[in-house]
């Protein structure tokens, strides 16, 4: 195991750091994304880094990425160290990087749900409405939507929560034209995956896509391009298949028992974030390799390949 909680300096210029990833610029106008192995949970950093997370984050993303090229084309260059300019091949940054192309990002998150649950099933027991649209009556926690429905949301600023959003409202933001097609789009490649993941043993119950816009479009393609990370524990809910009965959520395989210990103990989910034990951090690290193996069927031990 390898543990990464912050990217070292680099003769780069920084563009940002999000709560798990850091993003540079590179001289030819690609980017580098570097995935570390920060965890948060309530929108709050922990202190304590997971180990290997960032790594399964962009082994999983690079195995997603080459499954669903015939149906999106992806921004995602390189996962390998030697693409990079020599002063940047370092050795703790191996399996964690992406290099990739620069697209204009789009102000929509489209989520994708299969079940009900999360923010959504808190919004359906209160209104009996999926991000403001209509939803069929007399759904349980956790059940199966009749087909797999695209939910968007908006991009929070740091610290801040993302806002659901209905359909319509998509459109005011990015037009109607292209929230169809970023509608179209996210639930082909749902609809990819799900089989996927069940054949894995998993329940793919939702998921967040983003996308951005190439500034290079030339009549082959429109310019869309799915960004960032693709079907990963911190972007998707996974369920075992044998966990899940309608009327409670199961665990996930993602930051569950972080999430779990911090509910029992009364934090108000503000910072400072209080210290997570051994256990709590070593089964977290557990659950998120477990997703990565037996979804794409390699041993983390063996990424990055050469």
Request: charged share 25%.
């Given at each position: 195991?390898s543990t990464?909680a912050?990217?070292?300096?680099?003769?780069?210029?920084?563009l940002?750091?999000?709560?798990?990833?850091d993003?540079?610029?590179?001289?030819?106008?690609?980017?580098l994304?570097?995935?570390?192995?920060?965890?948060?949970?309530?929108?709050?950093?922990m202190?304590e880094?997971?180990?290997?997370k960032?790594r399964?984050?962009?082994?999983m993303?690079?195995?997603?990425?080459?499954?669903l090229?015939d149906?999106?084309q992806?921004?995602l260059?390189?996962?390998k160290l030697?693409?990079l300019p020599?002063?940047v091949r370092?050795?703790?940054l191996?399996?964690?990087?992406?290099l990739c192309?620069?697209?204009r990002?789009?102000p929509v998150e489209?989520?994708?749900?299969?079940?009900?649950?999360?923010?959504a099933w808190?919004?359906?027991?209160?209104?009996?409405?999926?991000?403001?649209?209509?939803?069929?009556?007399?759904l349980r926690?956790?059940?199966?939507?009749?087909?797999?429905?695209?939910?968007?949301?908006?991009?929070?600023?740091?610290?801040d929560?993302d806002?659901?959003?209905s359909?319509?409202?998509?459109v005011?933001?990015?037009?109607?034209?292209?929230?169809?097609?970023l509608?179209?789009?996210s639930?082909?490649?749902?609809?990819r995956a799900?089989p996927?993941?069940?054949?894995a043993g998993?329940?793919?119950?939702?998921?967040?896509f983003?996308f951005?816009?190439?500034?290079?479009?030339d009549?082959?393609h429109?310019?869309?391009v799915?960004c960032?990370e693709?079907?990963?524990?911190?972007?998707?809910?996974?369920w075992?298949?044998q966990?899940?009965?309608?009327?409670?959520?199961?665990?996930?395989?993602?930051k569950?028992?972080?999430?779990?210990?911090?509910d029992g103990?009364?934090w108000?989910?503000?910072?400072?974030p209080?210290?997570?034990?051994?256990?709590v951090?070593?089964?977290?690290a557990q659950?998120?390799?477990?997703?990565y193996?037996?979804?794409?069927g390699?041993?983390?031990?063996?990424?990055p390949g050469?």
């Amino acid at each position: 195991m390898s543990t990464l909680a912050s990217v070292p300096d680099l003769p780069l210029e920084h563009l940002h750091s999000g709560k798990v990833r850091d993003l540079f610029a590179l001289a030819d106008g690609s980017l580098l994304m570097v995935a570390t192995d920060r965890l948060s949970a309530f929108d709050v950093v922990m202190a304590e880094p997971v180990p290997d997370k960032g790594r399964v984050l962009t082994a999983m993303s690079s195995w997603w990425f080459a499954q669903l090229a015939d149906v999106v084309q992806g921004h995602l260059l390189s996962t390998k160290l030697s693409s990079l300019p020599e002063p940047v091949r370092r050795s703790e940054l191996a399996g964690r990087i992406m290099l990739c192309r620069r697209a204009r990002m789009l102000p929509v998150e489209c989520i994708v749900r299969s079940h009900v649950t999360g923010s959504a099933w808190k919004e359906y027991r209160a209104e009996g409405t999926i991000h403001g649209m209509a939803a069929p009556a007399g759904l349980r926690e956790a059940d199966r939507l009749p087909e797999p429905m695209f939910t968007p949301s908006t991009k929070a600023a740091v610290g801040d929560h993302d806002e659901n959003i209905s359909f319509d409202r998509a459109v005011e933001l990015v037009g109607g034209d292209m929230a169809e097609r970023l509608r179209s789009v996210s639930l082909e490649v749902f609809a990819r995956a799900l089989p996927i993941a069940e054949s894995a043993g998993f329940i793919l119950a939702d998921t967040k896509f983003e996308f951005g816009l190439l500034p290079e479009a030339d009549g082959t393609h429109d310019g869309l391009v799915l960004c960032d990370e693709v079907l990963t524990p911190d972007s998707s809910r996974f369920w075992a298949v044998q966990d899940w009965s309608p009327g409670a959520t199961p665990h996930g395989f993602d930051k569950q028992p972080v999430r779990d210990y911090l509910d029992g103990l009364g934090w108000d989910k503000t910072p400072p974030p209080p210290q997570l034990p051994d256990e709590v951090v070593a089964e977290t690290a557990q659950r998120y390799r477990f997703a990565y193996e037996r979804i794409c069927g390699s041993s983390l031990d063996d990424w990055p390949g050469a």
